[in-house]
């Protein structure tokens, strides 16, 4: 598996902005999909975003259409999610996940990294 490291997360007050990163590391970095998704306390991971990685397909998850955005830069491994209009509903932690296989499932994470938005 191809390690996946997340970063961006942080404390923001309410109708502020972050941009997450994911960097994905090996010698051969060539994932089909990739996506975001976030986990609140005592609630399911849910999906966030999502976006191919040779094609310009890009999907949202209801809540967040409009305010965020995801995005990719291929020669640097790094798929981002930028964040405006944060509420405190969005307040979660944030993975990123790959997947290696077409039409595959994302079962390719990072360890995650915690969005805070205070009202």
């Known amino acids: 598996q191809v390690p996946l490291v997340e970063s961006g997360g942080g404390l923001v007050q309410a109708g502020g902005s972050l941009r997450l990163s994911c960097v994905g590391s090996g010698r051969v970095f060539s994932p089909y999909v990739m996506g975001w998704f976030r986990q609140a306390p005592g609630k399911e991971r849910e999906f966030v975003a999502s976006i191919d990685w040779n094609e310009d397909t890009v999907r949202y998850a209801d809540p967040v259409k409009g305010r965020f955005t995801i995005s990719r830069e291929n020669a640097k491994n790094t798929m981002y999610l930028q964040m405006n209009s944060l509420k405190p509903e969005d307040t979660a932690v944030y993975y990123c996940?790959?997947?290696?296989?077409?039409?595959?499932?994302?079962?390719?994470w990072g360890q995650g990294t915690q969005v805070t938005v205070s009202s």
């Open positions: 996940a790959a997947t290696f296989l077409p039409n595959g499932a994302l079962d390719v």
